[in-house]
C-alpha cells in the first residue's frame, strides 16, 4: 500500500506530514533498510520505504494501553509480563505488509526510555535487557533498571518487536529520536537530517 491508502491497520497520514520520514529513510546511509519504529502511549507506527513508496503499519501496541491493560504492580509480575508478551505477539503476528529484507529497527519516541540500557545493537543485546526486567519481576534486585510500567512496556514491546518480524539489530533513529512517536510522525514535525 501507497502512503495515502488506507487498509486494514495501516495508517492514513496525510503525504505532507510524511515527507520528513520517507526523506530521511531515502537517505540511510548504512547497510540495511531501515524500518522506523515510533511509539508512543498508544501506538506503534512502523514506516519504511519500498520501490520508492513509503509505507506504513500502525498497531495497536502503546506504553500506556500496555500498561493499563497488564501492569498493576511495579515492578511487574511474572504472570503480568506473560500476558503482555500474548498481546504484543498478538499484535505483531496479524497479517502486515511485507518488511524489507536486510532490515534494521530504527526505534523512537517511547523506546528513548529503555535504549540508553540497552548495551549493544543486536537482538540479543536487547534479550539480555529484557532478561534482566524479568529478573526484577520475579524479586530479584533491579540494579538501577526503571521499574514503571512505560518502562517495562518499552522494553517488551522491542523485544518482542525485534523477535517476531526479524529484526537482527537496531540503530539510532533521526536526531532526537527520542521525541518522535506516532503523533508526530503524523504532524510532520520531524527533523530532516
Do not use: K, Y
Not at 520501490?51 to 504472570?79: C, E, K, M, W
Amino acid at each position: 500500500m501507497r502512503m495515502n491508502e488506507p487498509g486494514p491497520d495501516m495508517t492514513s497520514l496525510p503525504a505532507p506530514g510524511m515527507a520528513e520520514v520517507a526523506s530521511w529513510l531515502a537517505r540511510w546511509p548504512h547497510p540495511g533498510t531501515p524500518v522506523l519504529a515510533a511509539l508512543d502511549d498508544a501506538q506503534l507506527l512502523l514506516t519504511w520505504m519500498h520501490g520508492g513508496a513509503l509505507q506504513a503499519h500502525r498497531l495497536p501496541l502503546g506504553l500506556r494501553t500496555l500498561g493499563d491493560a497488564h501492569f498493576r504492580h511495579q515492578p511487574a509480575r511474572p504472570v503480568e509480563l506473560e500476558a503482555a508478551i500474548d498481546t504484543v505477539e498478538d499484535a505483531l503476528m496479524r497479517p502486515h505488509p511485507p518488511l524489507p529484507a536486510g532490515r534494521v529497527l530504527c526505534p523512537a519516541g517511547g523506546f528513548g526510555r529503555v535504549l540508553p540500557l540497552v548495551a549493544g545493537a543486536t537482538r540479543e543485546d536487547v534479550e539480555a535487557l529484557f532478561q534482566q526486567f524479568a529478573a526484577v519481576s520475579l524479586g530479584r534486585p533491579g540494579a538501577g533498571l526503571p521499574q514503571d510500567a512505560a518502562s517495562t512496556a518499552a522494553i517488551l514491546v522491542l523485544r518482542e518487536l525485534m523477535h517476531h518480524l526479524d529484526f537482527a539489530r537496531w540503530a539510532a533513529g533521526p536526531p532526537d529520536s527520542s521525541q518522535i512517536g506516532p503523533h508526530t510522525a503524523s504532524a510532520a514535525r520531524l527533523p530532516d537530517s
